[in-house]
């Protein structure tokens, strides 16, 4: 931490105090349409269009709950390794907001659709467990537009299209005790989320915003200390950035003589700083009571079973066989388990070549360079994983050097066929015809006296030499191995 902010501790006084961090993540679910309506979620229409009675809070309008939220909030409660409740219960938390048209927002409170999980992280080389306390469901609010239009400097405007989209909210135990870990944490969380389409996640977006709740305590001390809740940390960079600078103002709150205040911090990504911006409510103050118009959420055995069943192979195990199973390097597997497309591409290239750790520098390197250079995700990828896997089969198999599959892979890329026909109609399949290249290695032998002399006479260094004019008269097509061995038996 810079000491450019007054009023912040240095590092060797926070390095006398813990901090200890629970975070609050709010995460839209992937679904077409609204929780309790049918207007589609669609971000970016004109404001105001995405509307019914329903999710403008109109006296008499009855919500529906949609069973495709339950199933994707199941989904997410199960993967953080929760325990569902077979009934849970919705509750109105009453605020008065002008994006708030019903004037309370629909949400769980005592009876949350689960609890009891958790998500491990590593921590500098070790499994860490953070805690999930709750995971619950409940529907967005609108937005508030405070700048932009030409009287922005009287009026606010709103708009309700986000009204009624579908949350599911994940607080954790305060088990977190760095930035680092924070950071690690959501990190593993918005993968895991992503892995199983729950949702996409995207920050910018405002799919995924997370809330930090901050304490700090001397080391050995047994209670944790006054927290303050940091607001408007929507990008991991800002997380961090904001944990750090939340940290050295409570150490020198306290180092001060002074007591930390229970209250709402506001994160100024402008400045890197985090402002009071009201004391906290407390939970009384939301008035929560169940929700007349919707009954209780059941889950039956058999749903839970089924959802389950469905649920894919997580990102935290993926890894663990990615490097068990194929001997992949560390790295390799981060970058191949980064989303499950990654994941499912490179484990079907692998399959077709035989060759896991080929596969793995060949998506890593060649066809993931090819992507970014062109804009591809790898879902669109114009290199099909059978294709990719058919040509390092090829290599493989000696059919044609790995030289000439990276000259190959291009054309595959921008032609989107299979490398053999590409290799049939521009002749390049490998030499491998003894006869054929005997011919080669006797015309070289016969045009390099010298060469041969020197192999004679110990160097057989210009071994290397003699191949490289095989390769040249061959433009690269003659099969190295063979071309060696030849040479070998021809100079002995
Ligand atoms: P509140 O009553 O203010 O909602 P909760 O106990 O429900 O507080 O916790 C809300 C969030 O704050 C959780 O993520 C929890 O882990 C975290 N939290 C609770 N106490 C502390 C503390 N002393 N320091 C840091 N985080 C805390
Ligand atoms: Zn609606
Ligand atoms: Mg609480």
Known sequence: MSSIFAGLAQPDVIARYEPVIGLE??????????????????????????????????PGALPVLSRHSVELAVKAALALNCAIRPKSRFARKNYFYPDLPKGYQISQYDEPLAEHGWVEIAVEGAVKRIGITRVHMEDDAGKSIHDGFRDSDRYSYVDLNRCGTPLIEIVTEPDIRSSEEAYAFLTELKQVLQFID???????????????NVSVRRWNAERFGTKAEVKNLNS??????????????????????????????????????????????????????????????RISERWLGEIRAALPELPARKRERFLRDYGLREYDV?????????????????????????????????????LKAAGKEIADSPVSAENLGEL???????????????????????????????????????ISDSGALEKIVDQVLAASPKQVEQFRSGKTAVLGYLVGQVMKATRGQANPAAVNELFKQKLS
């Open 392 to 430: 390092l089969a090829l290599i493989a198999r000696g059919e044609i050097s790995g030289k000439l599959a990276k000259e190959i892979l291009p054309k595959m890329f921008a032609s989107g066929e299979p490398a053999a026909g590409i290799i049939e109609r521009e002749g390049l399949r490998q």
């Open 236 to 297: 991991f960079r800002f997380l961090k950035q904001a944990l750090d600078y939340e940290i050295a103002r409570q150490v020198a709150v306290v180092e001060g003589g002074g007591a930390v205040e229970q209250e709402t911090r506001l994160f100024n990504p402008d400045t890197g700083e985090t402002a009071g911006m009201r004391s906290k409510e407390h939970a009384h103050d939301y008035r929560y009571f169940p929700e007349p118009d919707l009954v209780p959420l």
């Open 334 to 370: 981060q970058v191949l388990t980064a989303t499950h497309a990654v994941a499912e591409y490179f484990e079907k290239v692998a399959a077709v070549s035989g060759d896991p750790r080929a596969s793995a520098n060949w998506v890593i390197g060649d066809l993931m360079g090819l």
């Open 25 to 58: 993540v709010h995460v839209q679910l992937a679904t077409a349409t609204k929780i309790f309506c049918s207007c589609p979620t669609s971000f970016g229409a004109p404001p105001n269009t995405n509307v019914c009675p329903v999710c403008l809070g109109l």
């Open 198 to 212: 729950v949702s996409t996640c995207d920050m910018e977006k405002g799919h995924l915003r997370c809330d930090a």
